[in-house]
């Protein structure tokens, strides 16, 4: 009888367990010299944030531990508290031998969207990350594929479309009769999102999910688990893997399965009957623009509908926080708009553009509340970053391929707004789009 057993030490008497850690430990480090070598011949390093447990496992362990309680601007400024150059808050930071640039320096930002765009995308790990949910729509690729969904989904966001305000005043009227305006509390963040989302869903689907009459639709509850299972992949790093449960998957069938009769009916969809369709849904023009790709529409849809409920939901509750604060503001926004429009009448397009007052009220709600409060880059390419190297922090940074980074209704006829939160302070959740945590009373 053969038998075999494995080795337990080396030829020079070593522990097995030994010689492996030592073996990775200096291919680890060979690899560190090899990358910092290039990164060197690139530019400068940013100040490195430390680490104390291996992989960088404390960073993604402190991010998701503040996450959860919604302190995410603490974490933040934990980070950028090692920056050496407070005038270009810029730091990085090593999860296993992946490196991580962060960075709130406006020039830093300005060449990663405008004139380095090129050299930045969403790259292939985020794309991995949020296939499942956003698939090859315009918000999940890069280069070629984000040019032609740019393409596709550009002409149905034209003026036309745009001045046609029938949709959006049905469901604004709808939401307006769950505010009677006898000084009782109602929790206008809730109402702003299930506004939104009927809208929204109205829109691209000629189909609303009915949520402003029915708040405990399983489409809304699943489209916000996504949302949270989503953001806490992107704060876990390497660990995200953990964060997909059978919630996330049920959550991801209750959402396809809602939109696929949608799709389906819409590539049924006849020549003779889109020719008669003066106001045709946005999946109704993605068919007629000759779209056949089932998927391919189904991924565009889940990608506008993201961009259209949360983010607009997000500002209009951080707006009407800071109204309910500031009565001489409300009285200015509400004089123009009586001015412009009248106490009863329907706004139009043109009307919305004329009320400047209000445009930078919304403006500077946007700029205190950022409605997408980071974002993450990859760099497709070898580059840099303007500033946040060197001593000073004014030297470029070398970065790697791969490396990471309505409201005039209501004002129609509500003379005044008065904040019923127990605390001036607002605790702010940033899962993906920015809101406030106890809603907006």
Known sequence: MLTMTMPTSDGFGLPLPVVIAAFLTLTWLTSLISTRRRIGRLGSFAPRVPSYLPFGLDIVLRSALYSSNNNDLDFWAWLYSH???????????????????????????????????????????????????????????????????????????????????????????????????????????????????????????????????????????????????????MRLGPLSPLAVGSSFWHALRVLDSFVEPFVKSALQLKSSESEEASKPSFLQALSIAGVGDKQLIRDQCVNILLAGRDTTAGTLSFLFLELSRRPKVVSKVRREIMQTIGSEARPSYKDLR?????????????????AIPFNVRWSLRDTTLPRGGGQDGTEPIGIEKDTAYTTVRILQQFEKLECYSSTNETKLKSEIVLSPVQGVK
């Not at 691209?204 to 949520?211: E, F, K, R, Y």
């Not at 004329?354 to 950022?370: A, G, H, M, Q, W």
């Open 83 to 233: 920056s050496l150059h407070k005038g270009s808050p810029t730091v990085e930071l090593y999860l296993g031998t992946q490196r991580f640039v962060f960075t709130a320096d406006p020039e830093n930002i300005k060449a990663i969207l405008a004139t380095k765009f090129q050299d930045y995308g969403k790259g292939q790990s985020f794309h991995e990350d949020w296939k499942d949910f956003l698939g090859d729509g315009i918000f999940n690729v890069d280069g070629e594929k984000w040019q032609a969904s740019r393409h596709l989904i550009r002409p149905q966001f034209s003026q036309e479309r745009l001045h046609d305000l029938d949709i959006l005043e049905n469901h604004v009227q709808k939401a307006i009769a769950k505010v009677d305006g006898h000084g009782q509390e109602v929790d206008v963040a809730d109402l702003f999102y299930r506004l939104t989302l009927d809208a929204t869903t109205d829109f691209l689907l000629a189909h609303s999910v009915g949520s402003l009459d029915d708040p405990q639709t399983e489409f809304a509850a699943a489209f916000n688990e996504i949302q949270r299972v989503q953001a806490l992949k």
């Open 354 to 370: 004329n009320l400047t007052y209000l445009k930078n009220t919304i403006n500077e709600t946007l700029r205190l509340y950022p």
